[in-house]
Each structure stands twice: as C-alpha cells, then as structure tokens.
C-alpha cells in the first residue's frame, strides 16, 4: 500500500524567499503524485500533478516539483514566495494499480510574512 | 473534464441524527471515493463507491456509521449515520475519469457540524 510522508508541518518563510516543501512516498508499484493547495477556509485545489513524462512538473502560479524516482521524493518548490501563498499543501500520491485512489499526506503549512 | 455538484454544501445537524450527502456527476466516471477531512487534519479516505455493489471501506470506517449507495455510474451518496460531535468534518467526492489515467476531479465538500 502507498504512503506519503510530509516531515514539516510547518514552513515559515519570509516574502520573496525561495521555498521548498518535502514529500517522499512509499510505493511498490508505478504512481502518480500530486501537489493540493488549500487557502484558509477553502477546498483543496490541485496545484501541479505527476503522471508521465518530463520529471518536472510546473504549476501556473511559480511552482514547481520534481519527481525523483531513486529518491522517491517530490518536493515542491518556488523561488520567490509571496504573501498569497500562505495555505496548507498536501502531497499526494495514487498508485497506477490501485484505481486511482489517492493517499495524501498530512500536510504542511506555509505560512509566509512580510 | 468531470463536474461533480455536492449536496448539501454545509449543514448544522443534531447529535443522534442521520445525514445524507449526495454526489452527481456530469459524466460517468470509473471511481468514486468518499474521503473526510477533520478540522486541522489531512484527508482520509473512508471508502470507495463501487457501482451496483457494496463500498469498499478503509480500515477503521464500517458500513453501518458510513452506508454507501452508487446506483449507477454518475451518482452516489454517503450517509453519516448516529452522529456524534468527532463526526463534524468535512466530506469531499473525488472521482477518476472512465479510464485509471491519475485524472482526479473533486467535489466541493460538504461541511458538517455536529452539535
């Protein structure tokens, strides 16, 4: 069965700062993973997603992952962070096998200051 | 694309009682899951909503505080049955397309209060 592991849970960083988020996985099969953000009292968006292809994955705000295979890792990253992108990140991850069903991770907030 | 319509929204019920969320979709789809997501908390999947049978229920959540229906390829709903104040949470739809591609849409949740 999958797992996804997010260590921080919480991430402060100051405004125009790069940031990067970690996730690592536990899968014995081929998956997919995906980035969710969730600003403050609101559902989960899908920010950037792994399926095939290019390792590195871009998202229309800035971010960016990278899927590691050997490492089975894929951090989520940006260069210069903004005050807008104060939320909770989850990781998530469905192997190709499992029909879909997705695993998140516990999430990390990023919680970005002037 | 899917476009998943979620009823109710949110709703404030009484401890003890029963309630019924409801999860239509604009076109039919292979998957359908139901996760919940406590305050604070990441999502949990509770079961998947398997199509003329019975759900598949993740360790730790049974048929009889959660029933599941999924009539057909574009509906299904989950009741929250006898519930209790830890039952206040948020319950979201996920569905995958006709075909296993990782292509993941989601409801907009309902959010429910127990009192």
């Known amino acids: 069965a999958q797992s996804v592991t997010q260590l921080d849970s919480q991430v402060p960083v100051f405004e125009e700062a790069p940031v990067e988020l970690r996730c690592n996985y536990s899968?014995?099969?081929?998956?997919?993973l995906f980035w969710y953000v969730q600003y403050p009292n609101q559902g989960l968006q899908l920010l950037l997603k792994?399926?095939?292809?290019?390792?590195l994955v871009e998202s229309i705000n800035g971010f960016e992952a990278e899927f590691n295979k050997s490492q089975t890792s894929f951090h989520l990253r940006k260069p210069s962070v903004h005050i807008s992108d104060t939320a909770e990140y989850f990781c998530a991850v469905s192997e190709k096998s499992s029909g879909d069903k997705l695993t998140f991770g516990t999430g990390t907030r990023l919680a970005v200051r002037p | 694309s899917a476009v998943i319509s979620q009823k109710p929204s949110r709703d404030i019920c009484q401890r003890g009682t029963s309630l019924t969320i409801q999860c239509q979709v604009d076109?039919?789809?292979?998957?359908m899951f139901w996760y919940r997501q406590q305050p604070g908390q990441s999502l949990t999947l509770i079961a998947t909503?398997?199509?003329?049978?019975?759900?598949?229920?993740e360790s730790g959540f049974v048929i009889d505080k959660f029933p599941i229906s999924r009539p057909n390829l574009t509906f299904s709903t989950l009741t929250v049955s006898n519930m209790s104040p830890e039952d206040s949470s948020i319950y979201l739809c996920?569905?995958?397309?006709?075909?296993?591609?990782?292509?993941?849409?989601f409801g907009e949740g309902s959010r429910l209060t127990v009192l």
């Open positions: 996920i569905v995958s397309g006709r075909q296993e591609t990782g292509e993941l849409f």
């Open positions: 792994y399926l095939s292809g290019s390792t």
């Open positions: 076109s039919q789809v292979t998957m």
């Open positions: 909503a398997n199509q003329g049978s019975e759900a598949t229920y």
């Open positions: 899968s014995s099969v081929s998956v997919y």
